[in-house]
């Protein structure tokens, strides 16, 4: 797991922490050996009613694969993770409890 900057707060809930070893397993298996990259979590400027600033929400990039691709691995995703709200957005993917 890499985060983008040094800005970036990541979560303590143990119940996100466990979404992001998920998604960590998932990135690794579809090509990206470092693993998840988090690009917000606690930190940042989110929409109203967010859960980022309570530590049970993060952003974990998915830029580098093709529209696709990050269809198939959001899909697969939203399968191991049913008990999250996981969104999909242009350039990342958003799981929350």
Same mark, same amino acid.
């Given at each position: 797991?890499? !985060?983008?900057?040094?800005?970036?707060?990541?979560?303590?809930?143990?119940?996100?922490?466990?979404?992001?070893?998920?998604?960590?397993?998932?990135?690794?298996?579809?090509?990206?050996?470092?693993?998840?990259? !988090?690009?917000?979590?606690?930190?940042?400027?989110?929409?109203?009613?967010?859960?980022?600033?309570?530590?049970?929400?993060?952003?974990?990039?998915?830029?580098?694969?093709?529209?696709?691709?990050?269809?198939?691995?959001?899909?697969?995703?939203?399968?191991?993770?049913?008990?999250?709200?996981?969104?999909?957005?242009?350039?990342?993917?958003?799981?929350?409890?």
């Amino acid at each position: 797991m890499k !985060v983008a900057s040094s800005k970036v707060v990541l979560p303590d809930h143990p119940i996100i922490r466990k979404a992001m070893k998920v998604a960590e397993k998932l990135w690794v298996e579809n090509g990206q050996p470092d693993g998840i990259t !988090v690009t917000a979590g606690k930190n940042g400027i989110h929409s109203a009613g967010s859960w980022h600033p309570y530590g049970c929400a993060v952003d974990i990039r998915n830029k580098y694969w093709p529209e696709a691709k990050k269809k198939e691995v959001y899909n697969e995703l939203k399968r191991r993770l049913p008990q999250y709200d996981v969104v999909l957005h242009s350039t990342h993917v958003l799981s929350l409890i």
